[in-house]
């Protein structure tokens, strides 16, 4: 069974996007996105211990590591999610095109760098008002003919417009589990991010929901930095180009996907690659 968990994840590497991903891994790629020595803590729980990292454009960087070794905490800091969560402090350096994200307004800040969450959250509105939420919300369309076209162009994006098209005012918890979670990526995508955050955006998919995610996935980082939670390590290996192993909210290893599944260089890592633990 560890052997089985070993060759899939590697076998995945090879065989992700006909191998055009591990080789982009190898270029060196300018940080959007800059973590510092990132501290949180909830009350006087240590969750995350002293964290760096980078976020590039046209790259997916994956987060792995067992269940609650700081990963979706340490997702949360690059937009701020942790300000809303009582009794939590973070500590470092978080930039955004090397502008201390501190000093931004935190609704410019989340405008820039957007959000998907584990379970797909559409809101109780038409598929259309969905994706015009944030719009308005940062009143980024004036005519009425620019919100069409936004809506469009944020479907196309997310791969949704053919199948809802013609249902535009249909209520958005219709459609089935993967529509909807695209549905969610359409609505970040309408208001123009930088950066997109990934929190498990598959863990509650079948596999052809979680197909179509993986493969929207790799069509965006052409456009955008992306950083994704996973459990699943083969998920990891086939739409990301950086992987980062987290391990009781330390940062044990970081490095090209390639490198981390098949030569990682701390021994923490390979236990958890091969399924020793996790």
């Known amino acids: 069974m560890v052997d089985s968990t070993a060759t899939n994840a590697r076998f995945a590497l090879g065989s992700a996007s006909g191998g055009v991903g591990v080789a982009e891994s190898d270029q060196p790629a300018a940080p959007k996105m800059s ?3 990132v501290h949180v803590f909830y009350g006087e729980t240590h969750a995350v211990d002293g964290v760096t ?3 590039s454009t046209h790259q997916v960087t994956a987060l792995i590591g067992p269940s609650g070794c700081g990963k979706s905490t340490f997702l949360r800091c690059f937009n701020r999610m942790n300000d809303d969560i009582a009794g939590c402090r973070v500590e470092g350096t978080i930039e955004l ?3 201390p994200i501190w000093d931004m307004d935190v609704v410019e800040l989340r405008a820039r760098v957007g959000m998907v969450f584990q379970k797909p959250n559409p809101f109780p509105m038409s598929i259309e008002a969905n994706v015009l ?3 308005r919300l940062h009143g980024l369309a004036r005519r009425r003919s620019e919100l069409g076209d936004i809506v469009e162009k944020s479907l196309r994006s997310a791969g949704l417009w053919e199948e809802v098209a013609d249902r535009l005012g249909t209520p958005a918890n219709r459609l089935s589990g993967g529509q909807q979670q695209r549905l969610c990526i359409a609505r970040a995508l309408a208001v123009e991010p930088e950066v997109i955050l990934m929190d498990e955006p598959c863990s509650a998919l ?3 929901a979680t197909a179509k995610i993986e493969e929207l996935i790799e069509e965006l980082r052409g456009d955008y930095a992306i950083a994704i939670v996973t459990h699943n390590l083969q998920q990891a290996a086939r739409v990301s180009q ?4 987290l391990h009781m909210g330390h940062l044990i290893e970081v490095g090209p996907t390639s490198d981390i599944f098949t030569k990682p260089r701390q021994q923490k890592t390979s236990d958890y690659i091969t399924g020793r633990y996790g």
Do not use: C, R, S
Not at 242 to 245: P, V
């Open 97 to 99: 095109d090397g502008e």
């Open 133 to 135: 939420y944030g719009v």
């Open 53 to 55: 990292l980078n976020i």
């Open 35 to 37: 973590a510092h020595d």
């Open 206 to 208: 079948d596999p052809i």
């Open 242 to 245: 950086q992987t980062a192993f």
